[in-house]
């Protein structure tokens, strides 16, 4: 932790995760991401085949947002055994936003094939 202190102010926003290239730190998961399908050649050349393949990848992000919240209450030291069940509860009850997500992602997967 303590090399964190040290390394947390060269980050251009304070966190992780950080891809160096040349010198230059580049920040956030998903400019990390497209940069990295950029150099490699993965992203697709027709613009809408493009902006199917992202709409795919912000939906997915919009899905992590639940899960990344109940996975930082359960790693929360101030939080109660009860906060972090009741956190576990809400992520997976069947009328909740991540299900809800879900069977929109299902139906979007569905209708590409």
Not at 44 to 63: G, K, N, R
Not at 73 to 100: C, I
Request: charged share 25%; with cysteine.
């Amino acid at each position: 932790m303590s090399e964190w202190h040290a390394w947390k102010p060269k980050m251009p926003f304070g966190q992780v995760p950080v891809l160096e290239v040349d010198g230059k730190m580049l920040a956030q998961t998903a400019a990390i991401d497209h940069y990295c399908a950029a150099i490699t050649g993965v992203l697709p050349e027709d613009p809408l085949t493009l902006a199917d393949a992202e709409q795919a990848y912000c939906f997915i992000a919009d899905i992590w947002e639940p899960i990344g919240a109940t996975m930082n209450k359960q790693y929360d030291p101030t939080a109660s055994e009860e906060e972090k069940t009741a956190a576990w509860d809400d992520l997976v009850k069947p009328d909740g936003v991540f299900k809800q997500k879900m069977a929109l992602l299902d139906k979007f997967l569905v209708g590409c094939h």
